[in-house]
């Protein structure tokens, strides 16, 4: 039994049916950060957050359903990237009843952000940190716990299973709603911007960013959400996307191809551009195979950021020594 919505809802959020809603973050632009929100026989659960400028909107999403901050149980982060852990703390202190649950990895930053603050400072600059991301708040020790390996909690009467889920970051998990069968996918899954959409067909790449890049793990990651056979994924970038098993498949097909491009230019001069410029081509080639032909200044309207991370990502991994 899930709860029906009992107001209009709130024009950045969406009811995806079955007591499952998507949250636009407001972070960036539109269509660009989700939060989830699971309601169920009169209980909650937010799976990610945005940054603390987000917690608003989540709020007014949660009053929409017709529940009060006191039912909401669990606030999971999928990773404690800003752009979906960097409200928890904010978020917390309204809702009384809950416990972030979060993976191990990832705990200690939960209590005290200041880690994670000062990383994002010194990559972002104060005056980017100020507009885009604001302060990070503590949660208190005794309100966070570490999640493990197939972990089951409840929500009303709906089960959620999580999985560690390296590959983007060795911090992440994955939650799976075997209901709906789908995977809350945070980052391992992938990317799929809207704006690159194909004929209303999603595309999806494999997000290398700074600075755990793991390929072999990313792939056995996906490996094992799409042995669950999933209707539905919803990365937190961006929304609900079905027809998994063909985009697992790309998914897949894409990162081996960023792994060779990796290997290949791996001692060549200026790497970082030569990444840079390889991602793009193999991007583009990629949609192109879709059929959709984009102008390299079109795409970089909407992956510049992304195709610069990902350089430095697949940097890093390059660098780090063979074990």
């Not at 990317?191 to 792939?219: C, H, K, M, N």
């Amino acid at each position: 039994m899930t709860t029906p919505t009992h107001a209009p809802l709130p024009e950045h959020t969406r009811h995806l049916g079955d007591g499952l809603y998507l949250v636009d973050t407001g972070f960036h632009r539109p269509a660009f950060d989700a939060a989830y929100l699971i309601v169920d026989s009169g209980r909650a659960a937010f799976i990610d957050t945005g940054t603390r400028f987000s917690v608003p909107r989540l709020l007014e999403a949660l009053a929409a359903t017709g529940l009060g901050v006191d039912a909401v149980d669990w606030v999971i982060p999928t990773h404690v990237h800003l752009d979906h852990a960097g409200g928890v703390g904010t978020l917390m202190q309204h809702l009384p009843q809950a416990q972030v649950l979060v993976h191990a990895r990832g705990a200690r930053h939960m209590v005290d952000p200041s880690a994670l603050y000062q990383g994002a400072l010194a990559v972002y600059g104060a005056e980017e940190m100020a507009r885009s991301y604001g302060t990070l708040d503590a949660v208190p020790a005794e309100r966070v716990q570490s999640s493990h390996d197939g972990q089951v909690i409840r929500v009303g009467q709906r089960e959620l299973t999580l999985i560690d889920a390296p590959g983007h970051a060795k911090h992440h998990h994955a939650i799976w709603d075997a209901r709906s069968r789908t995977w809350f996918t945070g980052d391992t899954f992938g990317i799929s911007y809207r704006e690159l959409d194909v004929d209303g067909q999603p595309w999806i790449f494999p997000t290398t960013t700074p600075v755990q890049f793991e390929p072999e793990a990313l792939a056995r990651s996906i490996g094992r959400m799409l042995a669950a056979d999933p209707l539905w994924v919803c990365p937190t970038h961006y929304g609900r996307l079905g027809n998994v098993a063909a985009l697992g498949a790309r998914q897949l097909k894409l990162l081996a191809a960023v792994v060779e491009l990796g290997e290949r230019l791996r001692a060549a001069p200026d790497r970082h551009q030569a990444l840079r410029d390889g991602l793009r081509q193999l991007y583009l080639a990629d949609l192109a195979d879709m059929g959709r032909v984009m102008e390299p200044a079109e795409f970089d309207r909407w992956m510049a950021l992304d195709l610069e991370l990902n350089a430095q990502g697949m940097g890093a991994w390059l660098d780090r020594p063979a074990r």
